[in-house]
């Protein structure tokens, strides 16, 4: 039933838009991209997505309609094409992208951290491995001075408490991301929990939201969660080191999910599908995550898909500030490069591309002005 | 000029007949069509689970398996414990505004009572997570914890981790939502209550107390079951307060300070990312959730409609 609601709902949506953009290229021809952008998903992007959205508007008069549906609502909707790109955390698997005829591409990273509440323990004072974050995840370390911790953090005073542990209670990104991770360092959590966007867990509560995340551990002495690292920055809870891949404690920073994406291997990831979790590097952080921008590469309205790649080709090139400001990671200019490549593969109904970056040189020449 | 308007009847009236038919024939057209879309929505889950559905307590969206047990235990449990806590203070603040208290200040707290019911719910949720469960947390938990042995019965119906996302938090601020309804509907009955019972009663010799305990009380008292049951039937889908405050673990809850979670809370936190099984088992949620809603319902109607006043 809710398909044929979706679509419903779709069609409706469909209608008003045609009927906006026949109006606007009717009264003006020579407007470049005529009517909004809409967009839907990812709860993680919408605060950088409304940011950039304020800013596009001021310099170009269209504005940007983004619902924050969480990531697997906005593939849905794109799906159904009830809006022009979808939003998502999680990578579309190659398979399901040539089903429906949909391209991928990244558009801005950011980190997950570990956040802990214990008594005279701050931010980058604890240690914590892969494996034994997985441990703790599944009832395994019970208490904040059993010895698989002592014995990574030697100055450390740790207390006697118990450890209540934390886990978003809606699905989510974040909670894909981080599973994801724990199945790929320990093969006890892959065998016995699994990776998903919500899971089985098998012990803790479930806080709804970043903010419902925070909030628990911020009141529960001897607690540890996970969260957006914006979110932790926001919120002064203190974070966690993470032995990443080479061996080495890292902190978690801009720099480090830079670090992680530094090592990614974009070219050779098919569909873009790439989650950056446990990269090589000696100061990459382990769970670094993306979002995705999801668009069909069939276009029925050219308008709406040039708009779209307009702004998406803006926010490579002039957005990077305001991404670090708001402590989200921008891509390399590299990949933004490789992306704005790919773009062509998105065509209307002529089969012409919808959208033709400007030139190569000016684009690296801006990306890596904004990246200074 | 009524003579006219006989033989040539006002257009208007059938009219208005017909709208107000079709407002109604529209309304139970949606009440069916909401029964066959859940049954619909949910039927991928309902025909792979069967039964077991209803009774298993696992709920694994990594190995889609679910099972709605949980939430509908978590539900029951909220929404008695929530009345338990309701159901006397609203009895009291009900029989005080309408037997012992002032003209001048029982219409001011009214409508005080009132307002509460006006409080959008998340509202209460944001209240219960930020103010509420930690306070909780602080000033009844860590005592009992501290104070309790963990092996002792009481000790293991309050163990759990105390930062107040519970149950019985749940079930607290559950009751304050659930209260202005019905003392508002208590307070009602009471004033529906011939004024020659009471006189009369008080004519006997009989005390206050015993003019409420023993004439007006059993005087409304299958009124005020509905009013129960109806009290029952809005905790019951009370949505995003729980969510906030419950601690979302889809296990059996094995203390009253243990998480857990409900029907409606589930489908709110997994709705948005849910796809195929995990998204039909939802709806299915959704559907145990409607009939169990409809029962409570349908018994509270036929229990106010037995006593008219």
Redo the contacts between chains.
């Keep these: 039933m809710f398909k044929p609601f979706a679509l419903a709902l779709g069609a409706l949506l469909l209608l008003t838009a045609c009927s906006d953009k026949g109006a606007a290229t009717a009264e003006g021809k020579d407007a470049p991209a005529a009517g909004d952008i809409t967009g839907a998903g990812s709860t993680f992007f919408a605060p950088l997505g409304a940011k950039w959205a304020e800013t596009y508007k001021e310099t170009t008069g269209i504005r940007l309609n983004y619902q924050s549906i969480g990531s697997g609502g906005g593939v849905r909707q794109i799906k159904v094409k009830t809006v022009d790109f979808g939003a998502t955390d999680k990578p579309v698997k190659p398979a399901d992208l040539d089903e429906s005829g949909l391209l991928q591409f990244p558009i801005v990273m950011g980190g997950i951290v570990p956040i802990v509440n214990l008594p005279d323990i701050k931010s980058g004072q604890l240690n914590l491995t892969g494996p034994l974050l997985a441990d703790i995840y599944m009832g395994k370390v019970k208490r904040w001075d059993d010895a698989p911790i002592r014995a990574l953090n030697p100055g450390l005073k740790l207390p006697h408490l118990p450890i209540t542990v934390i886990h978003r209670a809606d699905g989510s990104g974040t909670t894909f991301l981080f599973s994801n991770y724990l199945a790929k360092v320990s093969p006890t959590w892959k065998a016995e929990v699994g990776a998903s966007d919500a899971l089985e867990w098998p012990v803790g509560l479930g806080g709804k939201g970043n903010e419902g995340v925070s909030a628990f551990v911020k009141q529960t002495l001897g607690s540890i969660g996970y969260v957006e690292f914006a979110v932790a920055a926001r919120t002064g809870t203190a974070v966690v080191n993470m032995q990443n891949h080479d061996g080495h404690m890292i902190a978690p920073s801009i720099e480090a999910f830079a670090a992680a994406a530094a090592g990614a291997d974009w070219a050779h990831a098919p569909g873009n599908q790439l989650l950056l979790l446990d990269q090589p590097g000696a100061q990459a952080w382990p769970i670094t995550g993306t979002v995705f921008i999801v668009m069909h590469k069939k276009q029925d309205k050219p308008a709406s898909g040039r708009a779209a790649l307009t702004f998406f080709d803006w926010a490579y090139t002039n957005g990077d500030a305001l991404a670090t400001k708001m402590h989200y990671v921008p891509l390399p200019p590299e990949v933004k490069q490789m992306m704005r490549a790919q773009w062509s593969q998105i065509t209307g109904p002529d089969g012409k591309p919808v959208y033709t970056p400007a030139t190569a040189a000016t684009a690296v020449a801006a990306s890596a002005a904004s990246a200074q | 000029m009524s003579l006219q308007s006989a033989r040539h009847p006002d257009p208007v009236d059938p009219i208005f007949r017909g709208l107000a038919f079709a407002a109604a024939t529209t309304l139970l057209l949606t009440l069916g069509g909401l029964i066959?879309?859940?049954m619909?929505?949910g039927w991928p889950a309902i025909s792979k689970f069967g039964f077991g559905f209803l009774t298993s307590s696992?709920?694994?969206?990594?190995?889609e398996v679910y099972g709605a047990a949980g939430p509908i235990v978590g539900t029951l449990i909220t929404a008695v414990l929530s009345l338990a806590i309701a159901l006397p203070i609203a009895v009291c603040v009900s029989v005080f505004l309408t037997q012992y208290c002032p003209k001048a200040i029982a219409q001011p707290v009214s409508t005080a009572i009132e307002l509460l019911a006006g409080i959008p719910s998340i509202v209460y949720g944001m209240w219960g997570?930020?103010v509420f469960?930690?306070w909780f947390?602080r000033t009844v938990q860590l005592p009992i914890l501290t104070s309790l042995d963990p092996e002792s019965f009481w000790g293991k119906l309050l163990a759990g981790?105390?930062?107040?996302?519970n149950i019985f938090t749940a079930s607290i601020v559950l009751a304050i939502m659930i209260l202005p309804y019905m003392s508002a509907v208590f307070r009602e009955l009471f004033r529906s209550i011939p004024p020659q019972v009471r006189e009369a009663a008080f004519g006997l010799g009989c005390t206050s107390y015993e003019v409420v305990g023993s004439v007006l009380i059993p005087y409304v008292k299958k009124g005020m079951i509905g009013v129960v049951m109806l009290g029952f039937g809005r905790a019951l889908g009370e949505t995003m307060a729980v969510?906030?405050i419950i601690?979302?673990?889809?296990r059996f809850p094995d203390s009253l300070f243990a998480?857990g979670?409900t029907l409606a809370?589930t489908i709110?936190?997994?709705?948005?990312?849910?796809?195929g099984v995990?998204?039909a088992s939802l709806?299915a949620l959704g559907l145990v959730l409607f009939l169990i809603t409809f029962t409570v319902l349908a018994i509270a109607r036929a229990l106010l409609s037995s006593q008219r006043y």
């Design positions: 066959v879309a859940l619909i929505g696992t709920w694994n969206p990594v190995t997570l930020f469960a930690p947390a981790v105390p930062n107040g996302a969510t906030f601690g979302n673990s889809h998480s979670s809370s709110a936190n997994e709705f948005n990312e849910a796809s995990h998204l709806i």
